[in-house]
């Protein structure tokens, strides 16, 4: 890792999670487009929750009335000027976006951590991937992961084979008037890293990149920490409208 290429710790939730679920070689995202941008929108909100910008208040993600500097101060604004409040699973919804993707990757491309290679089509670009330009940071995330639950990581972070694209079951919210943990603790890992875990497993993620993690502690984390469990949430209701569409 060169001077000028972020560590592992320095990449906010939205760059981990997207640079995690990129093929390192080929560049092109390891799971569907709608999940991916789901557990992006996902990554937003717990990062928006780590550096204290926002917070779940009974059944709702609400502004807390802090400005810190951030990336997404678009998300955060929009967060803060909508008149009603919203449930995190509608707030996932509502920032699904792929020119958000583009933006994250394009960031990182600017890093030095993956790299722009758009493919031509008759003359003209029709497709831009972000293929690995430097391993060290995602290396650093999946020791990290790896440190946290046990379970040696897939090679170079591919999937691991067999492993299905589908996000995780489930695990439903917590009983009426038990309120969530504002922020995931998973014992002697960092917030950041059980964060990551945690959104990681709701988007079906976590067992692709490190097959051998601790797939009960990972749940855990996915059901008690609001951000994931609102991606959860939305997928389960893609997969709902997927299901109930017609046959063509």
Do not use: C
Request: glycine fraction near 8%; aromatic fraction near 2%; avoid cysteine.
């Amino acid at each position: 890792m060169n001077a000028e290429t972020p560590k592992a710790e320095e990449l906010n939730l939205p760059q981990a999670v997207l640079l995690l679920a990129t093929n390192d070689k080929d560049g092109e995202p390891i799971v569907p487009q709608t999940v991916l941008r789901a557990a992006v929108a996902g990554a937003t909100l717990a990062e928006l929750d780590l550096i204290g910008a926002v917070e779940l208040q009974g059944k709702h993600g609400r502004t807390t009335g802090t400005v810190p500097s951030t990336d997404f101060q678009h998300q955060l604004q929009l967060i803060r000027d909508k008149s009603r409040p919203h449930t995190p699973k509608r707030w996932v919804s509502m920032l699904e976006s792929r020119a958000e993707l583009h933006r994250i990757y394009e960031g990182m491309a600017s890093l030095g951590v993956v790299a722009h290679v758009g493919e031509r089509h008759l003359g003209l670009f029709r497709t831009t991937r972000y293929p690995e330009k430097d391993h060290a940071p995602e290396a650093a995330l999946l020791q990290k992961i790896q440190a946290a639950l046990g379970g040696p990581p897939s090679e170079s972070g591919a999937p691991a084979a067999g492993a299905s694209d589908a996000a995780a079951t489930d695990a439903g919210a917590p009983a009426a008037g038990t309120p969530a943990p504002a922020k995931p603790d998973a014992g002697a890992a960092d917030a950041r890293t059980t964060a990551l875990i945690a959104l990681l497993q709701a988007a079906g993620l976590l067992g692709k990149l490190v097959p051998a993690a601790d797939k009960i502690r990972a749940s855990e984390l996915a059901k008690n920490y609001w951000p994931s469990r609102a991606v959860e949430d939305e997928l389960r209701m893609i997969r709902l409208a997927e299901e109930e569409e017609p046959g063509i």
